[in-house]
Structure formats: structure tokens, C-alpha cells
């Protein structure tokens, strides 16, 4: 059987839990916490978005992704880039000011038209989420970790 022993006396153990108790409240540990698992998210889209469109790629999308804090209890991840959603969720695309769209195939310099192309998703937002629960979550309790160890001391 094990024994936990505290060597602080009553009121220094007191004291240090009035410590935890402001931290808690303190909305910058939170902000810390909840930006490190977004940077988190945001490294690991980058990595997609180079693995997934880097071929023809201007490095565009993946230079615009960033993390935007919000509030104390949320923060944002995304891109402010034109193609990011239909990049990341899929949909048609038309065109604005002309009758077609128009585009030359890197590959072979053909030229194409259409009235409208339908571009499949390819997650490179979610699937950084899914796929970095365990970085995400040791990022955040790291952040945490650091500020009770600090404010212990």
C-alpha cells in the first residue's frame, strides 16, 4: 500500500490552493492551453495540404492557414484562402464573370471548358483534427501542466 505524505503545513497547502484556484480563473492559462492544441491542428493541416495539392500547387492554401483565438474557451483554425472550403468540403464550382471556365492541364497543356466542374472534398482541416487527438491533447496538458508547476513555485 502506498502513502502520499505532504510535507507543506496547513496553511501553505492552503495557500498554494488559492494559487490554483486564481490560475483556473485566469483566462491567458486557458487561451495558452487551447492555442497550443490548435497550433497543433494547424501544423498537421499544413503537412495534408502539402502532401494532398503540393503537385501543382502556388503554396497558397497551406501558407494560410493560422489560429485565431476568439474567447478564453475557443479558438479558431482555418484558412482565409478563396479555395479553402470547396478544397476541404467539396462543391461545384461556376463561374462569376464569364459563360465558362477555363484552364490549361499542367500536364499536357491542353485547354479545357465547362459550364461547371465539381470539385470532390479532400479534407486536409478534419483530417488533421482526427487524425492529432493524442498531440492535441498532450500540447493542451502540457500548457497546463507548466502553469500549475509555475504557480506552485
Known sequence: ????????DDSDFKKKMGELRKMS???ETWIKALEAGAHVIEGAAKVNVEQNFSEHSTGNLG???HVE???PTEVH???NAIHARIRELGGW?????????HWVDPDTGEHHTAKAVYQPPNSYLRKAVDESQGAIQDAIEAVIKKEIEDNLK
Request: glycine content about 4%; proline content about 7%.
Open 63 to 65: 501558407n494560410s492557414i
Open 93 to 101: 464550382i461556376k463561374p462569376v464573370f464569364a459563360k465558362l471556365l
Open 77 to 79: 483554425v482555418g484558412s
Open 69 to 71: 483565438v476568439v474567447s
Open 25 to 27: 480563473r485566469n483566462p
Open 1 to 8: 500500500m502506498s502513502k502520499v505524505v505532504c510535507s507543506m
